[in-house]
């Protein structure tokens, strides 16, 4: 995106409220300047001492280098390094652990839930150390039986008192990783939790949190403990809050703010596109609607061979992969193949009638088991992608496809799910074809009383935003369907997603 030297009208009033004072929530739109708006703010207030707060380092890193002296560009783990983690580098970067070294150090035994189904002191010593981990993206102080992860095949009473059993190793492990002398793995994310145990005072007079979508509750509880002192400038896109799944947390709803402003005026991609990522917009709670940029060509197109393929599920993506593979393309996947090599590797042991360790097949004893757990349980329906393709293929094929993979750089053809692709964009994109249309009522309605789920029109409004010139819309064309359904939903609900009646993009910026 090239420098842009003038504000527009909705950056102007976002500058203009936070030069008075205002605590604020930005709502921004795919492709609208989130960042650059930060750094008009930065730059209007030279007065005033500002830490903007990244998602990653990487954006850390690029804002500190064209944000003013002013202002501290950091990502809360550097924040928490430089306060707590010091004392503990001398345990940072060290080996993996296996789990079965976890569990030597934890002292973690069988489980035994009922007679057909017991857990391994190796499997009871991860779920230990994944519930820490839950527990420090968390807000809370102390690990509790709701930081312990559902596990695949473990429903009801079952992960009731699995649960149970497994808190006190948590709490064994939370210890261990405070002390210095500890002995499990410690990563970056226990640092950050102690840190915001000591409710730490931020020295800035403004915070800015991007991203805040997507900030674990930890962080924007952290930040928001600010307020008594610092003007709060909260920014991201609450449509493209998708990783509630890994404990993150929407924070832009029911921030602290004075007023919600909007950036709607995309950079990105040409009104084209625009209007089709609105289509997925008008099926959200926001009165939010993107404006194409007018000197963008952008189209929708049928595409033979697209820059990138953006896909629903990993099990489709592996699809995708290997059709490219066949018609002779070097072929990316976003995020590596060692999620589905490992899939099918511990598919390829019940086949053969071994048991697995893999933490999302463990409590299987063979694969036809697996098969009637993906068809007849709501919990598995997450699981039936990867066991069709493997019934469809083979674990083999699937093990050479990931084998013959390349680096993005020397693709022709890059593969990823929507979520892998947030952030990222494209000259051209494809939209694969694993994108459920709701079924219809016996009326014939789309979608019926219940429409598109939420999940489901944000995932989608993520993948479409991802294109900058060309977009095949490939397995989400079926919106056209549903764009009546919907009515305008600034005129419906001008509150949108920050609730809090504060108006339409339209109104913000006036």
Not at 111 to 139: N, W
Not at 229 to 234: E, P, R, T, V
Not at 351 to 372: D, K, N, V
């Amino acid at each position: 995106m090239a420098e842009q030297l003038n504000p527009t009208p909705e950056q102007a009033a976002i500058i203009e409220a936070a030069r008075a004072g205002r605590q604020l929530v930005i709502q921004a739109g795919a492709g609208t300047g989130k960042t650059s708006t930060l750094k008009m703010v930065a730059q209007t207030v030279r007065d005033t001492t500002v830490l903007y707060i990244a998602f990653n380092k990487a954006i850390a890193t690029e804002a500190a280098a064209s944000f003013p002296a002013h202002a501290q560009c950091r990502t809360a783990h550097s924040l928490a390094f430089a306060a707590v983690g010091r004392d503990y580098r001398h345990r940072l970067g060290g080996p993996r652990q296996t789990a079965r070294r976890a569990a030597e150090l934890l002292g973690t035994t069988w489980i035994d839930l009922r007679r057909d189904l017991q857990v391994s002191p190796v499997q009871v010593a991860r779920i230990a150390v994944e519930t820490v981990r839950a527990f420090c993206y968390s807000a809370d102080d102390e690990p509790k039986c709701r930081h312990v992860p559902y596990q695949t095949g473990i429903l009801g009473e079952d992960h009731k008192n699995l649960a149970a059993a497994v808190l006190p190793y948590a709490r064994r492990a939370w210890s261990d990783l405070r002390d210095r002398d500890g002995m499990l793995r410690f990563e970056h994310d226990h640092h950050l939790k102690m840190w915001a145990l000591t409710r730490p005072r931020l020295d800035a007079q403004i915070v800015m949190l991007d991203e805040a979508q997507d900030s674990n509750p930890v962080v924007a509880e952290l930040v928001k403990q600010q307020q008594d002192h610092a003007q709060l400038i909260a920014v991201g896109d609450s449509n493209q809050s998708m990783y509630e799944w890994r404990g993150a947390r929407d924070a832009l709803r029911g921030w602290p703010a004075d007023e919600c402003l909007y950036l709607s005026q995309s950079w990105r991609f040409g009104p084209v596109i625009a209007t089709e990522a609105n289509k997925w917009l008008a099926q959200l709670d926001t009165p939010l609607r993107l404006t194409g940029n007018p000197a963008q060509d952008s189209r929708l197109a049928t595409l033979d061979a697209p820059r990138a393929v953006l896909c629903r599920t990993n099990a489709e993506a592996m699809r995708q992969v290997m059709t490219s593979l066949a018609a002779g393309r070097r072929v990316a996947l976003v995020g590596g193949a060692t999620t589905i090599r490992n899939l099918a590797r511990a598919a390829a042991d019940l086949q053969a009638g071994r048991r697995t360790s893999h933490p999302e097949l463990y409590a299987f004893t063979t694969w036809a088991g697996l098969q009637e757990y993906v068809e007849t349980e709501a919990a598995g329906r997450d699981l039936k992608p990867f066991v069709d393709l493997i019934d469809a293929h083979g674990t083999d094929a699937i093990l050479e496809a990931a084998a013959a993979l390349v680096e993005e750089r020397r693709a022709q053809t890059i593969v990823s799910t929507a979520h892998k692709a947030k952030g990222r964009e494209w000259n051209s994109v494809k939209i694969a074809d694993d994108y459920p249309e709701p079924r219809q009522n016996g009326g014939g309605d789309p979608g019926g009383e219940g429409g598109i789920p939420r999940t489901d029109a944000m995932l989608a409004y993520v993948a479409v935003t991802r294109a900058r010139c060309r977009l095949d819309r490939g397995g989400l064309a079926w919106i056209d369907r549903y764009a009546h359904h919907r009515q305008d939903a600034s005129a419906q609900n001008p509150g949108g997603p920050c609730g809090r009646g504060f108006g339409t993009p339209a109104a913000a910026a006036r």
